[in-house]
């Protein structure tokens, strides 16, 4: 079964950066897409911003400049890098991915969600 796992998360202050892991544990997997979405209490989850298998970059409302997305192939691995981060970025930020794993008679297309990690801006 193909997972996907977050980490990263934790209690940064105002100003400050945080990096935000997401690694898919299958090791035939190929990605179309891979990406962030947030949720904030109260609200409902939104697009942060998301990185295509041919490198392109799409952002949502959310996905300001100071978010960078970035992928490493080598191990099915999405990261989010978050600088000056103030309190309204405060979140539960969940990794989204879409792609497929194995070929003819195994080929199956997968759309998965982590787990979610915390993010809390605060002083």
């Known amino acids: 079964q193909v997972q996907v796992v977050e980490s990263g998360g934790g209690l940064v202050q105002p100003g400050g950066s945080l990096r935000l892991s997401c690694e898919v544990s299958?090791?035939?997997?190929?990605?179309?897409?891979m990406g962030w979405y947030r949720q904030a209490p109260g609200n409902r989850r939104e697009f942060v911003v998301a990185?295509?298998?041919?490198?392109?970059?799409n952002r949502g409302a959310a996905g300001e400049a100071r978010f960078t997305i970035s992928r490493d192939n080598t191990k099915n691995a999405v990261y989010l890098e978050m600088s000056s981060l103030s309190p309204e970025d405060t979140a539960v930020y969940y990794c989204?991915?879409?792609?497929?794993?194995?070929?003819?008679?195994?080929?199956?297309?997968?759309?998965?969600w982590g787990q979610g990690t915390l993010v809390t801006v605060s002083a």
């Open positions: 990185i295509t298998n041919d490198d392109r970059i």
């Open positions: 989204h991915v879409d792609g497929a794993t194995g070929t003819g008679m195994t080929y199956r297309h997968h759309t998965l």
């Open positions: 299958a090791s035939d997997f190929r990605f179309n897409t």
